[in-house]
């Protein structure tokens, strides 16, 4: 489990095709002393293994299924990726709880500067558009962010200055391509109902004891 606060801005180093999917040699831009084989890590919002390490390059390992419903195919020697480990449960929950499985990519429609901000429309499945809120939270490529303002095909979110100097997202312009993962907490919900379609919100939360 992942907060969206983006540790640091990777770089690809390396790319080995496997059968199904392809081995990830990226570089940090931190010390993996801490770290060991096993331990999770997003990429680009992607929960990903660690399978090697040496130095500040770890290994991971993207199968055909994460490839077809991530941006990682894409990606090329060179690449940025935000990279961010797994949160540890002394950690402080600043972001949001990010699960790093990506539930569908979106497309940057425009990149505007507001204020000292950067905003960013994205457009993106609408069979996704019930988990998008105004306010409410999503990952993009794994950073954590609140939705500002939603439209019939897209929706909107701001970059703060602090933010855009950390992650990937800057370097990405109209036509790119993000990994969107919406907030875990809608889905549960969702969930909940659908396993009786005549039970409403307050119902359920009556029967729960919440009210």
Request: hydrophobic share 40%; glycine share 10%; with cysteine.
């Amino acid at each position: 489990m992942f907060t969206g606060l983006i540790e640091a801005v990777g770089k690809v180093v390396g790319i080995r095709p496997m059968e199904r999917g392809f081995d990830l040699d990226i570089e940090a831009g931190f010390d993996l002393h801490e770290d060991r084989l096993g331990d999770s890590v997003a990429v680009n919002g992607v929960c990903l293994t660690i399978t090697r390490m040496r130095g500040s390059v770890f290994t991971a390992t993207a199968s055909a299924e994460t490839v077809s419903r991530s941006t990682l195919g894409t990606l090329t020697p060179g690449s940025k990726v935000n990279i961010e480990r797994a949160m540890t449960l002394s950690s402080r929950l600043g972001g949001h709880l990010v699960l790093g499985h990506v539930d569908t990519v979106g497309t940057i429609a425009e990149i505007q500067t507001a204020g000292e901000s950067i905003r960013l429309k994205i457009r993106f499945d609408q069979g996704f558009s019930r988990y998008v809120i105004e306010k409410g939270s999503i990952a993009v490529d794994g950073v954590s962010l609140t939705i500002n303002r939603v439209h019939p095909d897209a929706f909107e979110v701001n970059i703060i200055p602090y933010t855009a100097k950390t992650v990937s997202l800057t370097l990405k312009g109209p036509g790119d391509r993000v990994n969107l993962e919406f907030d875990i907490i809608g889905k549960y919900v969702e969930r909940l109902l659908h396993k009786d379609n005549n039970t409403n919100l307050e119902d359920l939360l009556k029967k729960q004891g919440f009210i």
